[in-house]
Nanobody, 128 residues
């Protein structure tokens, strides 16, 4: 069973930065678009970003555009979410997910039903 693992979370002050790596031990991510999601307490899971398999296209939720950047290193079988200028409202459990396609689901990149493989998330807390 494919399991994606997010690491790199933790506590950061407002305005700080974190980078979340996403890996899939024993599974090659090269031909899968990868989405990033988050879920804050008491809220529904929401799509944050998606990056295509070749990095040729990226999608971002409006509130993170310009602050968050998705990237990938297929040689290392790792996808990253670089988060800058973090705000308290970014506090959530962050997940990565793979869709069985080289392309992101377009305008539906934030629809979790479009993704086939998930893993356990990682907590990001933005607080002073």
């Amino acid at each position: 069973q494919v399991q994606l693992v997010v690491s790199g979370g933790g506590l950061v002050q407002p305005g700080g930065s974190l980078t979340l790596p996403c890996v899939a031990p024993g599974f090659t991510l090269d031909y899968y678009a990868i989405g990033w999601f988050r879920q804050a307490p008491g809220q529904e899971r929401e799509g944050v970003s998606c990056i295509s398999s070749s990095s040729s296209s990226e999608w971002y939720k409006g509130s993170v555009e310009g602050r968050f950047t998705a990237s990938r290193d297929n040689a290392k079988n790792t996808v990253y979410l670089q988060m800058n200028d973090l705000k308290p409202e970014d506090t959530a459990v962050y997940y990565c997910a793979a869709v069985t396609s080289v392309s992101c689901p377009g305008i539906y990149y934030g629809d979790s039903r479009r993704y086939d493989y998930w893993g356990q998330g990682n907590q990001v807390t933005v607080s002073s």
